[in-house]
């Protein structure tokens, strides 16, 4: 088939591998596409860490099995090829007697990496390697920096008047954000397993760190408090989400810390100290700023940005919003 049509069912699994947006992590999204004589007749996704894989539940949904073995199974991630809480989905294509397989990106974690794309291919499956390969990974980013990089996926996010202060001078906070962008926020904070803060900012705003004004679980949450000057009072030491405290601000020891909790995603909503010291580091993977119209004339500045980002901008609710991604890089191989 020709690269164009590729693509097109490529686009489709990655349309399917969103709705496991909740139930999937810490697995990654992945979608599957079964296409015989140009006709979709099975698709399927990971709809829950532990339940069945995309490429299980495509051919599962295909309803004249005898069709498979003259079919192409596209699929977002590279199949799995070990046992883990299921089979391995390569054994499962192999045994279904499908002869060419196309995989949009690569699986980083230790266990697969390649060995699944062998495997099809020492039992005779033509397997085409890269289709819309950055989108792909782009899916599953979380997934992807924390089994490539033993980290999580990091957004710094902030919110600043249209003079660029994060807070008045004194370090109260304003706000920024509208209820409608607020709600956003909290949306980001559902989808992802963790949010930190410096202690700083608990001082001053005394935040609660959940997902009180959207649909989702609270993200588990970090502080740094090196000095010992955490309220027992503050909302973070309250039984509405799991708070963890480091003792001191070691980024590098911070990171391997949550790599070993396994945690995949991070938001740092801190003030300008603590996300300035995650930009310096080169921490990073997204930025979020919001930015009111309102004029503060003198108080704490916003973080530093690097040169030469590449935002995307859009107004929300009278608040200018931007948002730039720190690109994946990708490799392409394909057969």
Known sequence: MSEWVDSRYMARCIQLARKGMMGAPPNPMVGAVIVYQN????????????GPHAEV???RSVRQPELLKE??????????SHYGKTPPCADLIIEKGIPRVVVGCMDPFAKVNGAG????REAGVKVVVGVMERECRELNARFITFHQEHRPWILLKWAQSSDGFIARKDGSPVAFSTPFTQALVHRLRAYSQAIMVGSRTVLTDNPSLTTRYWDGPSPL?????SQGILPQACRLRDDSAATIVYDKADLSYIMNDMYQRGIQSLIVEGGSTLLQAFLDAGLWDAIRVEQSPIVLGEGISAPVLPAE??????EIDGNEVRKCLNKLKTRHRRA
């Open 309 to 314: 980002m590449e935002w995307q901008r859009c």
């Open 71 to 80: 079919s192409t199974l596209y699929v977002s991630l590279e199949p799995c």
């Open 39 to 50: 006709r979709i007749i099975g698709e399927g996704f990971h709809q829950r860490c532990g």
């Open 221 to 225: 949450r970090f502080t740094i408090d």
């Open 117 to 120: 794309i062998s495997k099809l």
């Open 57 to 59: 539940n495509a051919i």
